[in-house]
């Protein structure tokens, strides 16, 4: 079947905006509930209102018609980006209320895909200090436990930013990671034995733990998507497991 080319580069924009949308909440942390509705959303508005869309934590897939060639994209990386979700999802937000052109959609899609975040190592290492204090303030930890709580907290997750940079592997950096905090913890707790261990251990996990992921998890079962729910289940519990046995083999050998 022949189409006209102005329809065909007409699909082809809608297309690459429902991509690309997507492929930003996927890579930046967001439910596959939510993927799959802005894709949904999108196309309705503009006129495709029998769309299909498929996503899971690896791969996106979108179709518009029955007559219409899909759209299948790999992901290869995912972070944690709160600013880029809140972005995509206002400039959907535009499009379904009319007050913004595909073209101008599409070019600031592009903008917030390519935008660099501050991922400085001194930037995430403050950031996991204020984590490591506010978790020791939460469990009830003493004041002699800070200094120690601070350093194997802000240490480990660094240790775990760095290796996931080199070394691109799931699951390795955070039980090297959890390893250093066990051996900070207890170096810093035989230094100053008033404290409480297993307080520090806890406050000092916590900027590693995959909370994020387990919360997605949640929304995704109660959305009905139960692969994506089940994949993230899976890796969460295998990263948790990781940050589990680091420790647990620094408290074994001392």
């Avoid at 297309?15 to 967001?30: H, T, Y």
């Amino acid at each position: 079947m022949r189409i006209d080319s102005n329809e065909g580069t007409y699909e082809s924009l809608i297309k690459d905006v429902v991509m690309l949308a997507a492929r930003i909440l996927l890579e930046s942390g967001a439910e596959g509930t939510r993927v799959e509705d802005t894709m949904s959303r999108i196309a309705t508005k503009l006129g495709y209102p029998e769309s299909n869309s498929f996503v899971t934590n690896t791969v996106i897939e979108s179709v518009l018609h029955n007559e219409s060639y899909p759209r299948l994209y790999r992901i290869k990386t995912r972070d944690t980006n709160l600013i880029k979700i809140s972005q995509a999802n206002e400039i959907s937000r535009q499009i379904t209320h009319g007050t913004i052109s595909l073209e101008e959609a599409k070019r600031k899609l592009e903008d917030i895909y390519v935008a660099k975040r501050d991922s400085s190592l001194p930037f995430k290492g403050i950031a996991a200090t204020i984590i490591a204090i506010s978790f020791l303030y939460l469990q009830g930890g003493h004041l002699v436990d800070v200094i120690t709580a601070v350093l194997a907290g802000s240490i480990g997750y660094l240790v775990v930013e760095i290796l996931d940079r080199k070394l691109h592997a799931q699951f390795i950096p955070e039980f090297i990671g959890s390893l250093v905090i066990g051996m900070i913890s207890v170096w810093g707790h035989s230094l100053v034995p008033s404290g409480d261990l297993a307080t520090i251990i806890i406050a000092a996990v916590m900027p590693i733990v995959p909370g994020v992921l387990i919360t997605n998890a949640i929304q995704d079962l109660f959305g009905g998507h139960m692969l994506m729910f089940t994949t993230k289940s899976l890796e969460a519990l295998v990263t948790a497991f990781g940050i589990g046995a680091g420790v647990s083999s620094i408290l074994i050998l001392v």
